[in-house]
């Protein structure tokens, strides 16, 4: 950062704040203190049938690899409302039924991984603009080899162990590398 995003100056400092334990970005001419928090995705596992919709994507990072439809949450929308857009975005697919499934938080990158089990609501999608492929997939199926990210492996790994049950429980953790 350099400068202000509220004053516009260019005294940005790294420092603690008084009251706080970590260091921050602090504007020395306001005293505005510029967090950086972790960035949400979120997106849907979306299901038709016995079959998962992925994307095979067409921008960086990870070009031509397959991924569930996931992005960056935007303000003013909910977690659930930014997972259906994505979906919309990269597989011009709709969906709904929505389930809170998996939330994976990577310290490393600052990131949490939110994804939802969702029902696509029809057989009507397409590539959108981040994607050169949408395909359905069985488990036998799924390239495995060729998943953008871990995130995406562990969240199908969990659904296929999950659905010889019959129970989707939320799951929770962390990816640490």
Request: aromatic share 10%; proline share 5%; net charge negative.
């Amino acid at each position: 950062m350099n400068y202000c995003s509220h004053c516009g100056s260019a005294q940005i400092v790294l420092k603690i704040p008084e009251g706080d334990q970590l260091a921050r970005l602090v504007c020395e001419n306001c005293h505005t203190i510029h967090y950086q928090n972790p960035k949400i995705i979120a997106g849907c596992l979306p299901v038709w049938k016995d079959k998962i919709l992925l994307c095979k994507r067409a921008i960086e990072p990870r070009y031509g690899l397959w991924t569930l439809p996931a992005g960056f949450m935007e303000n003013n929308e909910t977690v659930e409302q930014a997972a259906t857009r994505e979906t919309w975005e990269e597989a011009l697919a709709k969906v709904d039924k929505l389930h809170l499934y998996v939330m994976l938080s990577l310290p490393h990158i600052s990131q949490v991984y939110i994804m939802f089990r969702a029902r696509l609501r029809n057989l009507d999608y397409a590539p959108g603009s981040e994607s050169l492929d949408v395909q359905l997939f069985s488990e036998d199926e799924i390239p495995w080899k060729e998943l953008a990210f871990h995130v995406i492996h562990q969240t199908l790994t969990h659904y296929f162990q999950d659905r010889v049950a019959d129970q989707f429980p939320v799951r929770v953790g962390d990816i640490i590398v």
